[in-house]
């Protein structure tokens, strides 16, 4: 599976950005989970969200309330639409996704297999 985000950018604090990530390749797309971790410098990698193809969502208290996940299936895409950004939301957003995950795993960034090449977001104030 290939992951391909986009969306990153420069925005001002309380500003919205929508980031997107499409898979690609061969897979159980039936089974696939696809999410979201985000790593700021000088910090460790953090869960932001996870979603199924069912719709079953999680999110990091971090970010509830604020940040939305949605998918197209048909596409195998997910996106993740960020609301009132905050300078400690920035940080490398990597898409993930992984077809065996287990839901109590989704926070887990050992447990997926497929990992987009990050997309660079920056909340100033």
């Known amino acids: 599976v290939q992951l391909q985000a986009s969306g990153g950018g420069l925005v001002q604090v309380g500003d919205s950005l929508r980031l997107s990530c499409t898979a690609s390749?061969?897979?159980?797309?039936?089974?696939?989970?696809m999410g979201w971790f985000r790593q700021a410098p000088g910090k460790e990698r953090e869960f932001v969200v996870a979603t199924s193809k069912s719709g079953a969502t999680e999110y990091a208290d971090s970010v509830k309330g604020r940040f939305t996940v949605s998918k197209d299936n048909a596409k195998n895409t997910v996106s993740l639409q960020m609301n009132s950004l905050k300078p400690e939301d920035t940080a490398i957003y990597y898409c993930?996704?992984?077809?065996?995950?287990?839901?109590?795993?989704?926070?887990?960034?050992?447990?997926?297999?497929?990992w987009g090449q990050g997309t660079l977001v920056t909340v100033s104030s």
């Open positions: 390749g061969r897979a159980y797309y039936s089974r696939l989970v």
């Open positions: 993930v996704a992984d077809t065996t995950i287990i839901r109590s795993s989704w926070n887990d960034d050992m447990q997926y297999d497929y």
